[in-house]
């Protein structure tokens, strides 16, 4: 009885292990399509001049115009809740590797659930026809959150760390990528050489690309606290078109852009070979 109990046991378990790999590989397919979706979007803006809007919810809106796209709203948005579901067992059970257990790595892990709870949530409102996190949403949504955390007592100061905290997470993503840390997280060994160089470039650039974005919203956050001008902060859309607004016209925007796109192909390369 003892000896069925516990292979019942070890058959539940690896059960669970493998709907939560399930489900973080869903998770990087969806967010595939997503930061695809935006580096296209991304790349029509600078080459056009398009008021089409370079976010989250500018994706939505061309999926929603799709025959299909009711049903493909649905799918990313339980796709972006299994990432969620992924990084919430890795905080609580530890990560795949040798460090997978650090306390550095489960923080992280947790502080990612969060993020893509979040997602998922605004991509399934979306789906469910509340189209209030549709188009331009990121750019209204982080003028009124700077402009309520500017209202409170000392809000300059709490708006300046967040734009700081953000600017070093762009530049923390974008240094990971050049260094190419996105290995140690990969069937690095059962990959063939052209597998390795696809994952090497999309990875890299896809990396420098969005870490870029983040800076340029963190550095939107800091114009912000230091003017204290919510009008200032910026969301995803603005952050990208802020690139097409340098001396050197838009081919800043058009190499972000590309990146953004990368990303997106490197995540349906995570979404088949990341250890999970």
């Given amino acids: ?3 069925a109990r ?20 869903a998770g990087f397919a969806a967010q595939g399509v997503l930061y695809l979706l935006i580096g296209v979007l991304a790349v029509r803006v600078g080459l056009t001049g398009s008021r089409e809007q370079a976010d989250r919810g500018g994706a939505l ?26 990084r919430l067992s890795e905080a609580v059970f530890g990560a795949a590797g040798p460090e997978g257990d650090r306390a550095r790595e489960r923080a992280l892990s947790a502080g990612r659930c969060v993020f893509y ?3 998922a949530f605004l991509v399934l409102s979306f789906a469910a026809g509340q189209r209030g996190s549709g188009a331009g949403a990121t750019d209204r949504r982080s003028r009124d959150l700077t402009g309520r955390l500017l209202e409170l007592p000392g809000g300059r100061w709490w708006v300046g760390v967040v734009a700081v ?46 870490g870029l ?4 919203l963190g550095f939107s956050g800091v114009k912000a606290a230091v003017t204290f001008d919510p009008k200032e902060a910026k969301g995803m859309d603005d952050a990208i078109r802020s690139f097409a607004q340098l001396p050197t016209g838009p081919w ?25």
């Fill in 61 to 86: 809106a061309q999926i929603a115009g799709t025959p299909f796209g009711a049903v493909l709203l649905w799918a990313l948005g339980v796709g972006l809740a299994g990432m969620a579901v992924w």
């Fill in 117 to 119: 709870t979040g997602s």
């Fill in 165 to 210: 905290g953000v600017v070093a997470a762009g530049l923390w993503i974008a240094g990971r990528a050049t260094l190419r840390k996105y290995r140690e997280h990969l069937a690095w060994g059962r990959l063939t050489t052209y597998q390795r160089r696809f994952m090497d470039v999309t990875g890299t650039g896809g990396g420098i690309g969005r």
């Fill in 213 to 216: 974005v983040f800076a340029a």
């Fill in 252 to 276: 800043p925007l058009l190499a972000v852009a590309a990146g953004l796109v990368f990303f997106g192909a490197f995540s349906f390369g995570q979404a088949k070979w990341r250890e999970v």
């Fill in 1 to 3: 009885m003892t000896t």
């Fill in 6 to 25: 516990r292979k019942a046991g070890r058959m539940a378990r690896a059960g669970r292990r493998d709907a939560v790999r399930a489900a973080a590989r």
